[in-house]
């Protein structure tokens, strides 16, 4: 049985569907298997980034008994596999707790369930939270993003969930942004990854797939496998039972297909 990492954040615009569908992609050049899990459902995006317009099989689907939820899980050219939404205005009345009470059986077909919770600090991000066992953080190093960062933590911890740290996006150096040593004072947890503001994101998504298939070897590319490392390396997943040696030449090796 998997775990169950949310990704949240506590404004819109941070960048997180695309650190949740690139972090995926890394795992899964790891050798690990996530599934992405849209929970941001009223509003999903996750599945237009990787070109399902629409999804032909979705949450909303599994709740109607229209199908199963092995159907419902999309596979993509990257190795992302994905459970999305509806975007018909007509599912939006459609109580979303029982999309969350999904989560424990999609934790059982993989190694990390990553959800991408919707953005703000709302019932739908609570709802995330709470199906999960750990909360990672995205955030932008501009003060209002960062502010927001700190709630999003508060409210993780005040749902006794373990915040595994913050993932600084869109940093960019010729930028006055705030510090990354500030950002972690702030938000009081660690910064897990600085990712560049990058072109290479877009164009990479324009083709409807993550960079980290598409151009490994970029600055985010290889700034999303560090990440990817760092998670699946954690102690407090039992992914294998790989030496720290064998670990390091699989995730080298993995940088430089």
Known sequence: MGEVVSIISGKGGVGKTTVALNLAAALHKLGHNPIVMEGNVTSPTAGLYLGFMPAQRTINHVLNNDCSLDEAILEHGSGVRLV????????????????????????????????????????????????????????????????????????????????????????????????????ESIVEAPVLAAVNDDVSVKNAFSANYPVVFRNPSSRVGMQMLSLAAQIAGSPEYEFSNESVLERLKRIVSAFFR
């Open 84 to 183: 999305t939404c509806s975007l018909s205005l007509a599912e939006l009345e459609q109580d979303y707790s029982e999309a969350f009470a999904l989560v424990s059986e999609l934790r059982k077909k993989t190694d990390l369930l990553l959800v991408d919770a919707g953005a703000g600090l709302d019932e739908e991000a609570r709802l995330a939270i709470t199906a999960s066992d750990f909360v990672l953080v995205v955030t932008n190093p501009e003060m209002p993003a960062v502010i927001d960062a700190l709630r999003a933590v508060r409210l993780a911890r005040s749902l006794k969930r373990k915040v595994l740290g913050v993932v600084v996006n869109k940093v960019n150096a010729k930028e006055r942004q705030v510090s990354l040593d500030d950002i």
